[in-house]
């Protein structure tokens, strides 16, 4: 029995991130409009136009920072689990997860491996409620027919 490939990404953090970053960009891009002249200090420095440039730069920096929030995701198979967080990733075989977890007072699921390490999904978050609860009911569905083949 053949089974596709599933793709999960958390949701109500897109839905914050994403407008979030783009009202940054615009925040800084309207704070750059307003910088002219020498901004009430007199014998100081004047703004430039670099300086317009580099506060638009910045804004679109911080926003870019923001959206990363969104890169989290799990690509699961029958016979391997690839897991995308923030920061960093793993490409693991059914064959190393003992357990695929949800606890109840825990942010996101986990897999618990082998060797008792225990590998956080980002993508799959409790905010997500029903979302995250059967993405969680799916992975241990492919997991348990991994393990019986």
């Keep these: 029995m053949a089974v596709d490939a599933v793709t999960y990404r958390p949701r109500r953090v897109r839905w914050i991130a994403i407008p979030a970053a783009l009202a940054v960009v615009v925040l800084f891009t309207a ?32 926003g870019l920072g923001i959206v990363t929030f969104c890169r989290p995701k799990v690509v699961a198979d ?11 990733g793993y490409d693991l075989p059914w064959s190393a997860v003992r357990a695929v977890r949800f606890d109840r007072k825990s ?18 978050q409790a905010v997500d409620k029903d979302y995250a609860v059967d993405a969680v009911r799916h992975l241990r569905a492919m997991h348990s027919a991994s393990v019986e083949a």
């Design 78 to 88: 029958a016979h391997h689990i690839k897991i995308r967080n923030v920061v960093g």
């Design 107 to 124: 942010p996101v699921a986990s897999l618990e491996l082998d060797d008792n390490e225990q590998v956080a999904m980002h993508a799959l």
């Design 31 to 62: 704070i750059s409009f307003t910088l002219h002249g020498n901004g009430g200090f007199e014998d100081k420095g004047t703004f430039q136009r670099g300086d317009q440039t580099a506060m638009i730069i910045l804004g679109v920096l911080i």
